[in-house]
Every structure is written in structure tokens, then in C-alpha cells.
Nanobody, 120 residues
Framework: QVQLVESGGGLVQAGGSLRLSCAAS????????MGWFRQAPGKEREFLAA????????YYGDSVKGRFTISRDNAKNTVYLQMNSLKPEDTAVYYC?????????????WGQGTQVTVSS
């Protein structure tokens, strides 16, 4: 089992920045690819970014490419999502996820989510 706990969400004005963190425990963190997703009310869950276990490969969804950056610190068992140039449409609950395979969907382990609200 992998336990994931997100933090760093909150209220920010449009154009601002936030950094989300996701702390993992339970298994060898570097063995797992990590992903970030979000879900807004009434919408499907959306893939944002993914990073390989050693951090050497990253992928981004089209809606956040160039604005969001995923990174990880395996010594701290933590993955981050730096979010810049935030827009009101970025308002959602943000989730981190872990899986043995680097992919864009169907991760095995999920956090509880953290709310991000962007005001106009």
C-alpha cells in the first residue's frame, strides 16, 4: 500500500502561483511514477502531469503545459506541482496518485485531494 497526502491548496488570485505537495509513505517511493490530476464540479477528472520514478521523464496535459511543473524529491518522499499563471478555470480539487507504471490514467493509489480556488 502507498499512502498519499496532498497539501498546499488554497485561495489565490488569477495570475498568482501555488505549489502543491504530496507526501508518500508505505513503499519505496522511487519505485513509483507519480501523477497529478484535478476534478472540478460537474466535470471529469483531468490528467495534469506525471513524472517517472527517478524524475527523468515528465509529461503534461495540454491545459497546463507551460504553466505547471511537476517535480519530485525522492529523499523526502514528496512530489510537487508548481502552478503559475493560475486562471479561474484552474479551480478544482487536486489529487496526486502513484503507480508502478508511468501513465496518464488508472493509477493504483490516490490521495484525498486538496482544494484550489482561483478568484478572478
Amino acid at each position: 500500500q502507498v499512502q498519499l497526502v496532498e497539501s498546499g491548496g488554497g485561495l489565490v488570485q488569477a495570475g498568482g502561483s501555488l505549489r502543491l505537495s504530496c507526501a508518500a509513505s508505505g513503499r519505496t517511493f522511487s519505485n513509483y511514477a507519480m501523477g497529478w490530476f484535478r476534478q472540478a464540479p460537474g466535470k471529469e477528472r483531468e490528467f495534469l502531469a506525471a513524472i517517472s520514478g527517478n524524475g527523468g521523464r515528465t509529461y503534461y496535459g495540454d491545459s497546463v503545459k507551460g504553466r505547471f511543473t511537476i517535480s519530485r524529491d525522492n529523499a523526502k518522499n514528496t512530489v510537487y506541482l508548481q502552478m503559475n499563471s493560475l486562471k479561474p478555470e484552474d479551480t478544482a480539487v487536486y489529487y496526486c496518485a502513484a503507480d508502478l507504471f508511468l501513465k496518464f490514467t488508472s493509477y493504483d493509489y490516490w490521495g484525498q485531494g486538496t482544494q484550489v480556488t482561483v478568484s478572478s
